[in-house]
């Protein structure tokens, strides 16, 4: 695994950017804030590991609550 996604769920605002730019890793839980799908969680965070990075950064960049992080070999990309 080299890319690594993070999500704040304790900062999102519930735009949807994320989901509309990459369902594919987020959706909107029943909470009504964004979760990362198949994820870890670790206290309010969700750590996903992935092999390449699909659409998180993009994602990432969508954030305006910027609550997503990606990271490769353990340095941040967004
Ligand atoms: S883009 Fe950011 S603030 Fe908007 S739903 Fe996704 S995680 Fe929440």
Do not use: H
Request: charged content about 30%; proline content about 1%.
């Amino acid at each position: 695994m080299v890319y690594r996604v993070e999500l704040d769920r304790s900062m999102c605002t519930s735009c949807g950017n994320c989901v509309d730019i990459c369902s594919e890793l987020f959706e909107i839980a029943e909470d009504g804030f964004s979760s990362l799908k198949n994820s870890e969680n670790d206290d309010e965070k969700q750590i996903l590991d992935l092999d390449n990075e699909m659409c998180s950064i993009e994602a990432a960049e969508s954030c305006p609550a910027m609550c997503i992080q990606v990271y490769k070999d353990d340095e941040e990309q967004v």
